[in-house]
Structure formats: C-alpha cells, structure tokens
C-alpha cells in the first residue's frame, strides 16, 4: 500500500527510526502531559515533580529540536512528495519544534523572564496543547493513502457534467 513519507520514515530501517521519530518523542511528550496535568491542577511552581516536568519539557524540546534540523536537512531535500496529504504530515510533524523550543527555552528562563509563575504556567500549557495538536494533525494526515487522496482528486477533476 502506498504511504506518506511520514508513515514510510517510522517503517524504514526497523525498529530505529519508528523509535527516534515517533517513541522517544511521544514517551517524553506524553510523561510531559501526565505531569502537566498535577502541576497545573496542583500550582507547583516547585518541588520534585515541578523538576520532573521541567526536564522533560527541556529534554524533549532540545531533542525534537535535532530532529527537525536532521529532517529539514537530510531528508526533506531529497522528498518528492506524494500529495497534498504528504506535505500537511510531514509540514505538520515538523511544525512541532516550534511549541516544543517555546517549552524548552521557557524552562531554561530565555523566554518569559518577567512574567510570573502563574504566567509562564499557562503559556507552558498553551505551548504543550499546540504540540498535541500539530502532532495529531501530522498522525491523522500521515496515516491517510496518498493515493485516495489523489485518485479522488483526479476523478473529480474528469468527471463531466
């Protein structure tokens, strides 16, 4: 069945990519979210778990962060793209390093300097709930056959009336 580069970068070279694009990034961004949840409900502006959250947030934003320079450099040169639907997931997937930087940079104090604790907490939130986003958009898009897409494009365009 034919895929979009996104699906056809996780399957190739089993099991690495699958687990350097997709698991290391959803682990991390799902413990991040796990722990947002007790940190936002909670108020912690500090304490062990506030630490946790920090961490992750920073690991995953500087990780994600060589992500997006390995792919927009290696990889999405040499693409010839399969659709509109292959450019919405992998334009998706990678429009994550924007939110995902916001957190990291947040948390290591670049950005955000002079609001307060409550402040930087929502704009983590909004920066974390952009991420989600994105990345569900890249999924749903990415698991769509290019071909569907294109076929039904092609037909619509052919038919008479």
């Known amino acids: 069945m034919p895929m979009t580069h996104y699906m056809e970068l996780l399957a190739t070279n089993q099991p690495w990519n699958l687990i350097i694009f997709m698991a290391i990034p959803v682990i991390l961004a799902e413990t991040l979210v796990a722990t947002e949840f007790f940190v936002v409900y909670a108020h912690q502006f500090t304490g062990s778990l506030r630490s946790f959250n920090k961490w992750v947030g920073t690991v995953l ?62 704009l983590h939130f909004i920066l974390l709930t952009a991420f989600l986003v994105v990345a569900h958009v890249a999924m749903i898009f990415g698991m769509v056959n290019p071909e569907l897409v294109t076929n039904a494009a092609n037909s619509m365009t052919n038919m008479k009336m």
């Open 61 to 122: 934003g500087i990780y994600f962060l060589g992500i997006f320079i390995y792919l927009t450099t290696a990889v999405v040169p040499s693409i010839q793209w399969r659709g509109w639907v292959d450019v919405v997931a992998v334009g998706f997937y990678l429009s994550g390093v924007i939110p995902l930087m916001g957190i990291a940079l947040l948390e290591l104090g670049l950005v955000g300097r002079g609001k307060s604790d409550s402040d930087k907490m929502k």
